[in-house]
T-cell receptor, first 117, second 115 residues
Framework: AQKVTQAQTEISVVEKEDVTLDCVYE???????LFWYKQPPSGELVFLIR??????QNEISGRYSWNFQKSTSSFNFTITASQVVDSAVYFC??????????????FGRGTQLTVWP | DTEVTQTPKHLVMGMTNKKSLKCEQH?????MYWYKQKAKKPPELMFV???????INESVPSRFSPECPNSSLLNLHLHALQPEDSALYLC??????????????FGSGTRLTVV
C-alpha cells in the first residue's frame, strides 16, 4: 500500500526563521516518485520538486532545500529565512510506477505553514 | 504555454442544475486528471484519462460525468449534485501515465458550491 504521512498539521513561525516540514512515506515499490506542492489560499497546486527513488541527492533551490533519505523513508522540506509569502499549505505526495496504480498521486494530509511578520 | 487553464473559477449551482467544468492544456500532455478537494483535506483523485481514454474512475458517483473530446481538453459534466459535492475541483495534466514520468501540472481549480 502507498501512504504519505505529514505529521505536522500546522506550523507557525516568525519571518526569517528556518522551518522544516516533515514527510514520511510507505511503498513496497523500488521505483517511485516523490513530490512537494505548495497550495496558497488561491487554490492552485504549485509544483516545487520531484525526486525519483534512485536519486538520493539532496537539492537546494534558493531558500528551499530537500533532504531525501531512503533509509528512513523520509523526504523533508526546509525553508530557510522564511517569508510571509511562504504561508500556504504544503503537500508531500508519492507516485509509484506499478501497473494498476499508475497515474495515482498519493497525497499526505498537508501542513499549514503560517509565517508571521 | 506551460499552464493548465480551468473555467469557471467559481460556480454556484442548484441541485437540479446541469453545469460543466472545463480544463484545457496546450503542453502536448497525453494524460489528464480530475481531483476533488474538500476544505482542509488533500486532493482526492476522481478520474484519469490517458490518450483521451478513461483509464481510472475512482468509483465516482454517476452525477459526475467526465469527457475528453481531444488531447487538450477535459470536461466534467455535473448533474443533480448534492451540497456535499461542494469543493475545489482541480484539473491536472502530465506527459503520460506510464514510465518515464515527469510530473503533474495543476490548474488553479474551480470552486463549486451546490445550494
Amino acid at each position: 500500500a502507498q501512504k504519505v504521512t505529514q505529521a505536522q498539521t500546522e506550523i507557525s513561525v516568525v519571518e526569517k526563521e528556518d522551518v522544516t516540514l516533515d514527510c514520511v512515506y510507505e511503498t513496497r515499490d523500488t521505483t517511485y516518485y516523490l513530490f512537494w506542492y505548495k497550495q496558497p489560499p488561491s487554490g492552485e497546486l504549485v509544483f516545487l520538486i520531484r525526486r525519483n527513488s534512485f536519486d538520493e541527492q539532496n537539492e537546494i533551490s534558493g531558500r528551499y532545500s530537500w533532504n531525501f533519505q531512503k533509509s528512513t523513508s523520509s523526504f523533508n522540506f526546509t525553508i530557510t529565512a522564511s517569508q510571509v509569502v511562504d504561508s500556504a499549505v504544503y503537500f508531500c505526495a508519492l507516485r509509484n510506477d506499478r501497473g494498476s496504480t499508475l497515474g495515482r498521486l498519493y497525497f499526505g494530509r498537508g501542513t499549514q505553514l503560517t509565517v508571521w511578520p | 504555454d506551460t499552464e493548465v487553464t480551468q473555467t469557471p473559477k467559481h460556480l454556484v449551482m442548484g441541485m437540479t442544475n446541469k453545469k460543466s467544468l472545463k480544463c484545457e492544456q496546450h503542453m502536448g500532455h497525453r494524460a489528464m486528471y480530475w481531483y476533488k478537494q474538500k476544505a482542509k483535506k488533500p486532493p482526492e483523485l476522481m478520474f484519469v484519462y490517458s490518450y483521451e481514454k478513461l483509464s481510472i474512475n475512482e468509483s465516482v458517483p454517476s452525477r459526475f460525468s467526465p469527457e475528453c473530446p481531444n488531447s487538450s481538453l477535459l470536461n466534467l459534466h455535473l448533474h443533480a449534485l448534492q451540497p456535499e459535492d461542494s469543493a475545489l475541483y482541480l484539473c491536472a495534466s502530465s506527459q503520460g501515465v506510464y514510465r518515464n514520468f515527469y510530473g503533474y501540472t495543476f490548474g488553479s481549480g474551480t470552486r463549486l458550491t451546490v445550494v
